[in-house]
């Protein structure tokens, strides 16, 4: 490979390691952890405008959701939901229901994934690897 090429691949990868490090410092922080009590009061007070459930087979589903001052939060609740799914519709809150095998983990393994790849990039730089 030309030594200019490999020069200009090696600022593009740089570039772009130095974007997903700054895409992933600039994101918000995680959501605001609820306890379940505190779920259940905002979704009977009407506060809760929208929610995304989790379900999965592990004991416990997840619910991500919103409230109307635009705040978002977490919680978890126990496998058997419906007494929360009945207070929800109850309150005309949008939900919606995914599956937990569903979600897609290369959005979590896609920086290790980055920073592997540019790990072996770096490693066929190293001066004196064809010597032997």
Do not use: C, H
Not at 38 to 54: D, K, M, N, R
Not at 98 to 127: E, H, I, K, T, Y
């Amino acid at each position: 490979m030309n030594p200019k090429v490999k020069g200009v691949v090696f600022y593009v990868v740089l570039i772009g390691v130095a974007a997903l490090l700054w895409t992933v410092i600039r994101n918000p922080p995680n959501p605001v952890k609820a306890t379940y009590t505190q779920f259940l009061q905002q979704v009977q007070s009407g506060e809760v405008t929208s929610a995304t459930i989790v379900a999965s087979n592990s004991g416990a589903n997840q619910i991500a959701y919103s409230v109307k001052d635009g705040r978002q939060a977490r919680t978890v609740v126990p496998t058997d939901y419906r007494s929360v799914l009945e207070a929800m519709q109850e309150k005309m809150v949008n939900i919606e229901i995914r599956d937990a095998s569903s979600q897609w983990l290369g959005m979590n393994a896609f920086p290790f994934l980055a920073l592997l790849g540019f790990w072996v990039f770096m490693m066929s730089r190293l001066p004196g690897r064809d010597a032997k």
